[in-house]
């Protein structure tokens, strides 16, 4: 998968990349909401994981703004130009006009408290992990999203017969 990340503390970005590498994905991590718009403009993710509490724009206004389309304002830097490009070496260098609106979003978020996930979920997140991240249910939800984007890309008759 190519996987975007949004997330503010370094460590934390240090840790999923390597993760997702090891793991074979291809990840793009920015510091953020603003830096995930600007690289979903570049290339089709096939999913965020975001941090819910970032500077400049956290993860809620990062997803809603995916889930409306809404990239006014947004032109992706040099810095996130190079990351992309750094990850996903055919990823273009022209801003596509639009946000990927269903893309999935999962939250990563240290707020475990009840209503917490429902929260998350009514404000347009897919999917919830609380921090720290447990690797395993990481994986397992990755496997998700794969499966979602292989069933997708079957067709309605193939995938249900999977």
Same mark, same amino acid.
């Given at each position: 998968? #190519?996987?975007?990340?949004? /997330? #503010?503390?370094?460590?934390?970005?240090?840790?999923?990349?390597?993760?997702?590498?090891?793991?074979?994905?291809?990840?793009?991590?920015?510091?953020?909401?603003? *830096?995930?718009?600007?690289?979903?403009?570049?290339?089709?993710?096939?999913?965020?994981?975001? #941090?819910?509490?970032?500077? =400049?724009?956290?993860?809620?206004?990062?997803?809603?703004? =995916?889930? *409306?389309?809404?990239?006014?304002?947004?032109?992706?830097? *040099?810095?996130?130009?190079?990351?992309?490009?750094? !990850?996903?070496?055919?990823? %273009?260098?022209?801003?596509? !006009?639009?946000?990927?609106? #269903?893309?999935?979003?999962?939250?990563?978020?240290?707020?475990?408290?009840?209503?917490?996930?429902? &929260?998350?979920?009514?404000?347009?997140?897919?999917? &919830?992990?609380?921090?720290?991240?447990?690797?395993? /249910?990481? &994986?397992?939800?990755?496997? *998700?999203?794969?499966? %979602?984007?292989?069933?997708?890309?079957?067709?309605?008759?193939?995938?249900?017969?999977?």
């Amino acid at each position: 998968l #190519d996987i975007l990340v949004a /997330e #503010d503390d370094p460590v934390g970005r240090f840790a999923l990349r390597l993760f997702l590498q090891r793991a074979g994905h291809r990840a793009v991590c920015v510091e953020t909401g603003c *830096q995930a718009l600007e690289a979903l403009l570049l290339h089709p993710f096939d999913c965020l994981l975001t #941090d819910i509490q970032m500077p =400049i724009m956290d993860g809620v206004e990062t997803t809603r703004r =995916i889930r *409306q389309g809404d990239s006014a304002g947004i032109t992706p830097s *040099q810095e996130v130009l190079a990351a992309v490009r750094e !990850a996903i070496p055919e990823a %273009g260098q022209t801003p596509r !006009a639009f946000l990927p609106q #269903d893309m999935p979003v999962v939250a990563l978020t240290a707020h475990a408290m009840s209503g917490d996930r429902e &929260y998350f979920l009514r404000m347009g997140m897919d999917m &919830y992990l609380t921090k720290p991240i447990m690797m395993d /249910e990481l &994986y397992l939800l990755l496997n *998700q999203v794969g499966k %979602g984007r292989r069933a997708s890309a079957l067709g309605p008759t193939e995938a249900h017969r999977n």
